[in-house]
Nanobody, 115 residues
Framework: QVQPVESGGGLVQAGGSLRLSCAAS????????MGWYRQAPGKQRELVAT???????NYAEWVKGRFTISRDNAKNTVSLQMNMLKPEDTGVYYC?????????WGQGTQVTVSS
């Protein structure tokens, strides 16, 4: 219904961690799934991870074992714990909310990983 609110991006050294959060201002009953997508410099937006209301998760191969997506249905939020960050993880991370009636995106939050 309304744009999700994202937070948690920033600058971190390789090997460090960040935790991204996204709050969706809609009823949980209207949400099918939530997730995170990344747009690297000069690249198209791509999947990072998704999670359904029931807890089923899906991860891009390049983040498996390092990133963990979680969801708090009571708060209508989704988080992405990012560990062992690499310079190639750099990009703008967008929160995605799949509703029964459509799809909405957050404004994006910058994640920069230095070597």
């Amino acid at each position: 219904q309304v744009q999700p609110v994202e937070s948690g991006g920033g600058l971190v050294q390789a090997g460090g961690s960040l935790r991204l959060s996204c709050a969706a201002s809609v009823s949980i009953s209207n949400i099918k799934a939530m997730g995170w997508y990344r747009q690297a410099p000069g690249k198209q937006r791509e999947l990072v991870a998704t999670i359904s209301t029931g807890g089923s998760t899906n991860y891009a191969e390049w983040v498996k074992g390092r990133f963990t997506i979680s969801r708090d249905n009571a708060k209508n939020t989704v988080s992405l714990q990012m560990n062992m960050l690499k310079p190639e993880d750099t990009g703008v991370y967008y929160c995605n909310v799949i509703l029964w009636t459509g799809v909405v995106w957050g404004q994006g939050t910058q994640v920069t990983v230095s070597s």
